[in-house]
C-alpha cells in the first residue's frame, strides 16, 4: 500500500493562497485507480471533503470550495498538489490527503495543520 | 449537499460490551457508506466500505450494515484498543459527506 505524507508551510496570512503537496511513495501515482483526495478537518466543522483529482487531470471539487480551489498532479515527482486562495480563519484546519478508491479513504497521510493568521 | 447524522453523538461502554453507532442520510445513498475510526492526533482509518464489507486488516468484532438511508456500525466485544471516535462517511453523490462523530469512551 502506498504511503502519503503532506507538507506545507503551516501559517499562512489572511487573503493569500494556500499550497501543499502530498507525496507519494511506496508506488507509482500511476498505478491503480485511485483518486487523489484531499480531506481537512477544523473543530468547527468536523470532517470536510476537499475534492480529489485522477492522475488524467479530471477533478472533482466541493461546491463550497470550488471558486477557491486548484489541484494538481506531478506524476513526474509522483506527487499532487492543493492551492486554496483568499484563504481566512476558517480556513484553519488540519489537512490530509488520501487516496479515494471506490470513494472510500483507504490510505491517508498523517496530516498537516494549517493555521491563518496575521 | 447529503447530510450525516451519526447518534449517538458519545456513548460510555465496557471492555467486553456490545456497542453499535447508527448513521442517517438525509437521501438515499443505497450502500455508499464508509465508517472510519479516529484516535487522537492520527488520521481516520477506514473500518467499513460498501455498507458492509470489512477492510483487510481489520478485525472482525467490527460489523456494518443498512442500505438506502440508515445505516449501523457494531463492535461486538469492545476492546481496549476501540475506544475511539468513529465516523461515517457517504460517496453517492459530491459533495461527499461525513457524519459528526461518535465518540467511544471507557465508562
Known amino acids: 500500500q502506498v504511503q502519503l505524507q503532506e507538507s506545507g508551510p503551516g501559517l499562512v496570512k489572511p487573503s493569500q493562497t494556500l499550497s501543499l503537496t502530498c507525496t507519494v511513495s511506496g508506488g507509482s501515482i500511476n498505478t491503480g485507480n485511485y483518486y487523489w483526495s484531499w480531506i481537512r478537518q477544523s473543530a468547527g466543522k468536523g470532517l470536510e471533503w476537499i475534492g480529489r483529482?485522477?492522475?488524467?487531470?479530471?477533478?472533482d471539487y466541493n461546491p463550497s470550495l470550488k471558486s477557491r480551489v486548484t489541484m494538481s498532479v506531478d506524476t513526474s515527482k509522483n506527487q499532487f498538489s492543493l492551492k486554496l486562495s483568499s484563504v481566512s480563519a476558517a480556513d484553519t484546519a488540519v489537512y490530509y490527503c488520501?487516496?479515494?478508491?471506490?470513494?472510500?479513504?483507504?490510505?491517508w497521510g498523517q496530516g498537516t495543520l494549517l493555521t491563518v493568521s496575521s | 449537499d447529503i447530510q450525516m447524522t451519526q447518534s449517538p453523538s458519545s456513548v460510555s461502554a465496557s471492555v467486553g460490551d456490545r456497542v453499535t453507532i447508527t448513521c442517517r442520510a438525509s437521501q438515499g445513498i443505497s450502500s455508499w457508506l464508509a465508517w472510519y475510526q479516529q484516535k487522537p492526533g492520527k488520521a481516520p482509518k477506514l473500518l467499513i466500505y460498501g455498507a458492509s464489507s470489512l477492510q483487510s486488516g481489520v478485525p472482525s468484532r467490527f460489523s456494518g450494515s443498512g442500505s438506502g438511508t440508515e445505516f449501523t456500525l457494531t463492535i461486538s466485544s469492545l476492546q481496549p484498543e476501540d475506544f475511539a471516535t468513529y465516523y461515517c462517511q457517504q460517496a453517492n453523490s459530491f459533495p461527499y459527506t461525513f457524519g459528526q462523530g461518535t465518540e467511544v469512551d471507557i465508562k
Open positions: 488520501a487516496t479515494d478508491l471506490g470513494g472510500s479513504y483507504r490510505g
Open positions: 483529482i485522477f492522475t488524467n487531470g479530471n477533478s
